[in-house]
Protein backbone atom coordinates (compact mmCIF):
# COMPACT_ATOMS: atom_id res chain seq x y z
CA UNK A 1 0.00 0.00 0.00
CA UNK A 2 1.27 3.51 -0.57
CA UNK A 3 1.90 5.76 2.11
CA UNK A 4 4.08 8.35 0.79
CA UNK A 5 4.61 10.45 -2.19
CA UNK A 6 7.52 13.22 -2.07
CA UNK A 7 6.69 17.01 -2.26
CA UNK A 8 10.11 18.10 -1.01
CA UNK A 9 12.82 17.61 2.13
CA UNK A 10 10.27 18.66 4.64
CA UNK A 11 6.79 18.16 3.22
CA UNK A 12 5.16 14.62 2.23
CA UNK A 13 1.73 13.50 0.50
CA UNK A 14 0.56 10.50 2.86
CA UNK A 15 -2.08 8.24 1.97
CA UNK A 16 -3.77 7.38 5.73
CA UNK A 17 -5.26 3.87 5.72
CA UNK A 18 -8.64 4.82 7.44
CA UNK A 19 -11.23 0.99 7.67
CA UNK A 20 -11.61 0.56 3.64
CA UNK A 21 -10.70 4.62 2.17
CA UNK A 22 -7.63 6.08 2.07
CA UNK A 23 -7.12 9.46 3.69
CA UNK A 24 -5.00 11.74 1.50
CA UNK A 25 -3.07 14.64 3.64
CA UNK A 26 -0.03 16.56 3.97
CA UNK A 27 2.87 15.97 6.77
CA UNK A 28 5.23 18.78 7.47
CA UNK A 29 7.92 18.25 9.94
CA UNK A 30 10.69 21.16 11.31
CA UNK A 31 13.85 19.84 10.98
CA UNK A 32 13.77 20.05 15.16
CA UNK A 33 9.91 19.23 16.01
CA UNK A 34 8.75 19.07 19.30
CA UNK A 35 5.48 17.40 18.58
CA UNK A 36 2.65 16.88 15.63
CA UNK A 37 -0.86 18.72 15.09
CA UNK A 38 -3.40 16.49 13.24
CA UNK A 39 -6.14 19.31 11.84
CA UNK A 40 -9.25 18.17 12.16
CA UNK A 41 -11.83 20.19 9.74
CA UNK A 42 -15.33 20.12 8.94
CA UNK A 43 -16.98 19.52 5.56
CA UNK A 44 -16.58 22.34 3.12
CA UNK A 45 -12.55 23.24 4.17
CA UNK A 46 -9.98 20.76 3.01
CA UNK A 47 -5.74 20.75 3.85
CA UNK A 48 -5.83 23.21 0.59
CA UNK A 49 -7.63 25.75 2.48
CA UNK A 50 -5.56 29.01 2.63
CA UNK A 51 -6.82 29.56 6.21
CA UNK A 52 -5.38 26.11 6.97
CA UNK A 53 -2.56 26.09 5.39
CA UNK A 54 -1.74 29.59 7.03
CA UNK A 55 -2.01 28.50 10.84
CA UNK A 56 -0.27 25.22 9.67
CA UNK A 57 2.58 27.53 9.07
CA UNK A 58 2.62 29.45 11.97
CA UNK A 59 2.50 26.35 13.84
CA UNK A 60 5.37 25.28 12.35
CA UNK A 61 7.22 27.95 12.78
CA UNK A 62 6.58 27.60 16.44
CA UNK A 63 8.81 24.25 16.36
CA UNK A 64 5.64 21.72 15.71
CA UNK A 65 5.20 19.71 13.02
CA UNK A 66 1.94 19.71 10.88
CA UNK A 67 -0.26 16.98 9.24
CA UNK A 68 -3.32 18.58 7.37
CA UNK A 69 -5.51 15.79 5.80
CA UNK A 70 -8.93 15.40 4.78
CA UNK A 71 -11.40 13.19 7.05
CA UNK A 72 -13.90 12.57 3.99
CA UNK A 73 -13.45 11.20 0.98
CA UNK A 74 -13.59 13.29 -2.25
CA UNK A 75 -16.97 11.11 -2.94
CA UNK A 76 -18.13 11.70 0.48
CA UNK A 77 -17.58 15.39 0.40
CA UNK A 78 -19.08 15.52 -2.80
CA UNK A 79 -22.47 13.57 -1.07
CA UNK A 80 -22.05 15.88 1.90
CA UNK A 81 -22.41 19.13 0.01
CA UNK A 82 -26.03 18.05 -1.05
CA UNK A 83 -27.45 16.13 2.19
CA UNK A 84 -24.98 17.89 5.02
CA UNK A 85 -24.67 14.02 6.59
CA UNK A 86 -21.33 13.48 7.28
CA UNK A 87 -20.32 17.00 8.91
CA UNK A 88 -22.59 16.27 11.40
CA UNK A 89 -21.64 11.91 11.91
CA UNK A 90 -19.15 13.00 14.73
CA UNK A 91 -18.57 9.49 15.14
CA UNK A 92 -17.30 9.01 12.18
CA UNK A 93 -15.16 11.78 12.20
CA UNK A 94 -13.05 10.91 15.43
CA UNK A 95 -12.75 7.04 14.76
CA UNK A 96 -10.97 8.18 11.19
CA UNK A 97 -9.02 11.02 13.28
CA UNK A 98 -8.06 7.85 15.93
CA UNK A 99 -7.37 5.78 13.41
CA UNK A 100 -4.61 8.55 12.02
CA UNK A 101 -3.67 8.68 15.32
CA UNK A 102 -2.70 5.40 15.45
CA UNK A 103 -1.05 5.25 12.21
CA UNK A 104 1.30 8.31 12.90
CA UNK A 105 2.61 6.35 16.15
CA UNK A 106 3.25 3.67 14.02
CA UNK A 107 5.80 5.59 11.07
CA UNK A 108 9.54 6.06 12.28
CA UNK A 109 10.04 9.30 11.61
CA UNK A 110 6.71 10.70 13.60
CA UNK A 111 6.16 7.84 16.26
CA UNK A 112 8.43 9.62 19.08
CA UNK A 113 6.43 13.60 18.54
CA UNK A 114 3.91 14.63 21.09
CA UNK A 115 0.30 14.25 18.95
CA UNK A 116 -2.01 17.46 19.22
CA UNK A 117 -5.46 18.62 17.78
CA UNK A 118 -6.13 21.43 15.93
CA UNK A 119 -10.13 21.33 15.39
CA UNK A 120 -12.60 23.83 13.22
CA UNK A 121 -16.52 23.48 13.01
CA UNK A 122 -17.64 19.72 14.14
CA UNK A 123 -13.59 18.78 12.87
CA UNK A 124 -13.57 20.17 17.07
CA UNK A 125 -16.14 17.81 18.34
CA UNK A 126 -14.35 15.50 16.76
CA UNK A 127 -11.07 15.55 18.63
CA UNK A 128 -12.71 15.69 21.64
CA UNK A 129 -14.28 12.70 21.52
CA UNK A 130 -10.96 11.33 19.81
CA UNK A 131 -8.67 12.57 22.57
CA UNK A 132 -11.62 11.86 25.37
CA UNK A 133 -10.86 8.06 24.15
CA UNK A 134 -6.97 8.01 23.49
CA UNK A 135 -6.19 10.08 26.73
CA UNK A 136 -2.66 10.87 25.93
CA UNK A 137 -2.55 13.79 23.34
CA UNK A 138 -0.28 16.53 24.56
CA UNK A 139 -3.03 19.65 23.31
CA UNK A 140 -6.19 20.63 21.56
CA UNK A 141 -6.93 23.81 19.76
CA UNK A 142 -10.47 24.58 18.69
CA UNK A 143 -11.04 27.62 16.30
CA UNK A 144 -14.51 28.44 15.82
CA UNK A 145 -15.33 25.08 16.89
CA UNK A 146 -18.65 23.17 17.90
CA UNK A 147 -17.35 21.45 21.22
CA UNK A 148 -20.78 21.11 22.03
CA UNK A 149 -21.18 18.16 19.57
CA UNK A 150 -18.78 16.12 21.82
CA UNK A 151 -21.04 15.69 24.00
CA UNK A 152 -20.43 14.17 27.90
CA UNK A 153 -16.85 13.31 26.04
CA UNK A 154 -16.10 16.94 27.64
CA UNK A 155 -15.98 15.76 30.50
CA UNK A 156 -13.12 12.85 29.97
CA UNK A 157 -10.67 15.22 28.58
CA UNK A 158 -7.14 15.22 30.02
CA UNK A 159 -5.59 17.25 27.61
CA UNK A 160 -4.59 20.87 27.88
CA UNK A 161 -7.72 22.81 25.50
CA UNK A 162 -7.74 26.62 24.17
CA UNK A 163 -11.04 27.48 22.86
CA UNK A 164 -10.88 30.63 20.47
CA UNK A 165 -13.68 32.07 19.36
CA UNK A 166 -14.81 34.93 16.93
CA UNK A 167 -16.71 37.99 19.16
CA UNK A 168 -19.10 38.37 16.33
CA UNK A 169 -19.71 34.84 16.48
CA UNK A 170 -22.26 34.83 18.41
CA UNK A 171 -24.19 31.71 18.49
CA UNK A 172 -20.98 29.89 18.49
CA UNK A 173 -19.27 32.01 21.36
CA UNK A 174 -22.47 31.33 23.91
CA UNK A 175 -21.70 27.09 22.64
CA UNK A 176 -18.51 28.04 23.01
CA UNK A 177 -18.68 28.94 26.79
CA UNK A 178 -21.07 26.19 27.47
CA UNK A 179 -18.59 23.75 26.58
CA UNK A 180 -15.59 25.51 28.53
CA UNK A 181 -17.99 24.95 31.87
CA UNK A 182 -18.02 21.41 30.96
CA UNK A 183 -14.38 21.09 30.35
CA UNK A 184 -12.28 20.01 33.69
CA UNK A 185 -8.35 19.48 32.66
CA UNK A 186 -6.30 22.72 32.27
CA UNK A 187 -8.27 25.21 29.92
CA UNK A 188 -8.43 28.69 28.17
CA UNK A 189 -10.37 30.82 26.06
CA UNK A 190 -9.36 33.66 23.65
CA UNK A 191 -11.93 35.37 22.52
CA UNK A 192 -10.48 37.62 19.37
CA UNK A 193 -12.27 40.85 19.09
CA UNK A 194 -13.74 41.93 15.60
CA UNK A 195 -14.12 38.24 14.24
CA UNK A 196 -16.62 36.32 12.61
CA UNK A 197 -17.09 32.47 12.09
CA UNK A 198 -14.70 32.38 9.34
CA UNK A 199 -11.76 34.82 11.22
CA UNK A 200 -11.66 37.07 7.69
CA UNK A 201 -11.37 40.05 8.80
CA UNK A 202 -8.06 42.10 8.82
CA UNK A 203 -5.52 40.09 11.69
CA UNK A 204 -8.12 37.80 13.01
CA UNK A 205 -6.45 34.71 11.64
CA UNK A 206 -3.32 36.15 12.61
CA UNK A 207 -4.38 36.35 15.92
CA UNK A 208 -5.95 32.57 15.86
CA UNK A 209 -2.42 31.36 14.43
CA UNK A 210 -0.30 33.29 17.33
CA UNK A 211 -2.52 31.36 20.29
CA UNK A 212 -2.91 28.47 18.51
CA UNK A 213 1.15 28.22 17.88
CA UNK A 214 2.14 29.46 21.78
CA UNK A 215 -0.58 26.47 22.80
CA UNK A 216 1.06 23.73 20.85
CA UNK A 217 4.40 25.06 21.96
CA UNK A 218 3.94 25.13 24.97
CA UNK A 219 2.38 21.75 25.82
CA UNK A 220 4.03 19.51 23.30
CA UNK A 221 7.38 19.13 24.83
CA UNK A 222 8.85 15.75 25.05
CA UNK A 223 7.88 13.60 28.04
Not at 33 to 46: D, E, K, M
Not at 97 to 111: G, K, Y
Not at 114 to 142: C, K, L, Q
Amino acid sequence: MREYKALNQENRVVWIPSGSVLLEGELSIPEIATGLVLFAYGSGSSRHSPRNQYVARIIREAGVGTLLFDLLTQGEEAMDAATRHFRFDISLLARRLMQTTAWIRTQEDTRHLRVGYFGTSTGAAAAFVAAADIEDIGAIVSRGGRPDFAGAALLRIKSPSLLIVGERDEAVLRLNEDSYAHLRCEKEMKIVRGANHLFEEPGTLETVARHAAEWFRKHLQPG
